[in-house]
């Protein structure tokens, strides 16, 4: 049997840290190893106890979550999960962590139990087995649009999950203004995405927005798919439009990367499919129908995945055409939709 968990449980609040600790206790896998009410102690007590996993509040006294994870992602670099209230505010530091480094994130519950922290127990093993990296800003310098042209009538349709958040911000800054039509799933809480498609239309050459039923995909936008009610598909005609299905979870998510790669092959139209990184194997037998239909595919290579899941088993299925480090994918997918007469990006 291998050793279980080590985690650090950090909040300000004695009864969050009670509840946090006992909810991960529940599960024979994970140890929690110790608590702190502020950065710090936990800073103190990372070096004494060198946990595996830290499990990290947004408000506290001293250093705000988000200034410490700055500093633990800086000179030691580790698993984190963030803590958060479910407020707007607390809804972009978020994501702001998430940006940052940190694996992922879960809401305070508006009722507080250790059976509503449950969700935490799977995310704190994928935490563990992700890989974390000192942050190095690697831009990717984006296309001028008079360099760049896309094919006509091209979709692109990422997917995306754990550690996305950074791998999408990575990829969609290097986009020129005029990208090709893109449709997106990051699995992600209903909470959630409209903040991240805020962000991502802050910092990138592209409008990018919250995919809403019946937008008409255009070149120059990028469609996020809201979290949790429904999936994100493209319906087929003249004019390819956003639609919003309610249906059941698909590989356990809604919305879920197989449907949306699905609906692309039925447009039967030039197409690219990406894989990016994730937990489970969700997109990959969608990317290998868009492969087997023709389309172009792409995967993001193990060493620069935060979890190597989804597009291992895209990979393993022979849905991913190249494996390529995530500063090199925002070139490479360029070049698959431009303008064939066009094609000067590399």
Do not use: W
Not at 168 to 187: D, E, K, R
Request: charged share 20%; with cysteine.
């Amino acid at each position: 049997m291998s050793a279980p968990i080590k985690v650090l449980v950090v909040d300000d609040s004695l009864t969050m840290r009670g509840l946090i600790s006992a909810a991960l206790k529940s599960d024979p896998e994970i140890e929690v190893v110790g608590t702190a009410a502020d950065p710090i102690e936990a800073r103190a007590a990372i070096k004494a106890l060198n946990p595996d996993v830290l499990t990290l509040d947004v408000e506290m006294p001293n250093m705000n979550g988000l200034e410490f994870l700055e500093k633990i992602m800086r000179l030691r670099p580790m698993p984190v999960v963030m803590v958060s209230t479910l407020t707007a505010a607390g809804t972009d530091v978020t994501l702001a962590a998430l940006e940052i480094g940190a694996v992922d994130a879960v809401a305070k519950p508006a009722v507080a139990s250790a059976e509503a922290f449950h969700e935490l127990i799977g995310k704190v093993k994928t935490a563990a087995r992700s890989r974390v990296r000192a942050r190095a800003d690697m831009p990717t310098a984006a296309v001028a649009p008079s360099a760049y042209r896309p094919a006509q009538n091209h979709i692109l349709a990422i997917g995306s999950s754990t550690g996305g958040v950074e791998a999408l911000l990575t990829v969609l800054s290097g986009f020129p203004a005029n990208c090709p039509a893109t449709i997106i799933t990051q699995h992600m809480p209903a909470t959630f995405t409209s903040s991240f498609a805020a962000r991502l239309d802050r910092v990138c050459a592209p409008t990018v927005s919250e995919a809403a039923d019946g937008d008409q995909l255009k070149p120059g936008h990028i469609y996020l798919a809201p979290g949790g009610a429904a999936h994100l598909e493209v319906s087929p005609g003249l004019t390819p439009r956003c639609r919003l299905v309610a249906s059941d979870p698909v590989n356990g998510h809604r919305p879920s990367v197989d449907v949306m790669f699905d609906s692309v092959v039925r447009l039967k139209r030039p197409m690219t499919g990406v894989i990016l990184t994730g937990m489970g194997k969700d997109g990959a037998k969608g990317l290998k129908a868009m492969r087997d239909a023709g389309g172009r595919t792409l995967g993001q290579d193990e060493a620069t995945s935060v979890v190597y899941g989804m597009p291992k088993a895209a990979f393993e299925l022979g849905a991913v055409e190249r494996q390529l480090p995530l500063h090199r994918l925002a070139p490479a997918i360029l070049e698959l939709c431009a303008d064939p007469a066009a094609r000067s990006v590399a």
